[in-house]
T-cell receptor, first 113, second 112 residues
Framework: GAGVSQSPSNKVTEKGKDVELRCDPI?????LYWYRQRLGQGLEFLIY????????KSGLPSDRFSAERTGGSVSTLTIQRTQQEDSAVYLC???????????FGAGTRLSVL | SQQGEEDPQALSIQEGENATMNCSYK?????LQWYRQNSGRGLVHLIL?????REKHSGRLRVTLDTSKKSSSLLITASRAADTASYFC????????????FGKGTKLTVNP
């Protein structure tokens, strides 16, 4: 595709519900990243996929967070039993390989009521 | 915790003036990148400088890197109202995980 696509752009959910956020990276990009950005803050790294290697999950804040990348392309970030502190913008980025420029999607704004 | 720290946290200038933002980091890096973010959504890459480079230019942007001081600066010359945004530095650690580590950003306001 022309750029990194994320859906939905906005998601409002009730505390305790599960949510799935989707990221469609740029075609041909082998690396895919998820970040979380709380209001007025910088980006927190969550997870990183590179090709067929095991993902770097070191940034996932709890076991309620998980992500997968199917077929080396589309990725889904799942948050189970959402809490109010999960409210943030979740950003996805992709890159050709490690250590190169990352291209970001517009993000999903998650609001947990 | 985040590795990069931008300074200042907020900067307000008049159109036509230059804007300088600084970034400090803590460990050895492979490269340092600057990104821009409008309205709290997607980030746009501005410039990448490698650890063996000291200065880089792109249009009205000038980036310097001082690895001995573990710091970088981003200069925007002849600023425009459209430059109003948040600016983040991000580092790729040398020898570590390949993830980008972002600072908290500098919020730049350019007044017309």
């Amino acid at each position: 595709g022309a750029g990194v696509s994320q859906s939905p752009s906005n998601k409002v959910t009730e505390k305790g519900k599960d949510v799935e956020l989707r990221c469609d990276p740029i075609s041909g990009h082998t690396a895919l990243y998820w970040y979380r950005q709380r209001l007025g803050q910088g980006l927190e790294f969550l997870i990183y996929f590179q090709g067929n290697s095991a993902p770097d999950k070191s940034g996932l804040p709890s076991d309620r967070f998980s992500a997968e990348r199917t077929g080396g392309s589309v990725s889904t970030l799942t948050i189970q039993r959402t809490q109010q502190e999960d409210s943030a913008v979740y950003l996805c980025a992709s890159s050709l390989s490690q250590r190169t420029i990352q291209y970001f999607g517009a993000g999903t704004r998650l609001s947990v009521l | 915790s985040q590795q990069g720290e931008e300074d200042p946290q907020a900067l307000s200038i008049q159109e036509g003036e230059n804007a300088t933002m600084n970034c400090s980091y803590k460990t050895s890096i492979n490269n340092l990148q600057w990104y821009r973010q409008n309205s709290g959504r997607g980030l746009v890459h501005l410039i990448l400088i490698r650890s063996n480079e000291r200065e880089k230019h792109s249009g009205r942007l000038r980036v310097t890197l001082d690895t001995s001081k573990k710091s970088s600066s981003l200069l925007i010359t002849a600023s425009r109202a459209a430059d109003t945004a948040s600016y983040f530095c991000a580092t790729v650690w040398q020898g570590g995980s390949e993830k980008l580590v972002f600072g908290k950003g500098t919020k730049l306001t350019v007044n017309p």
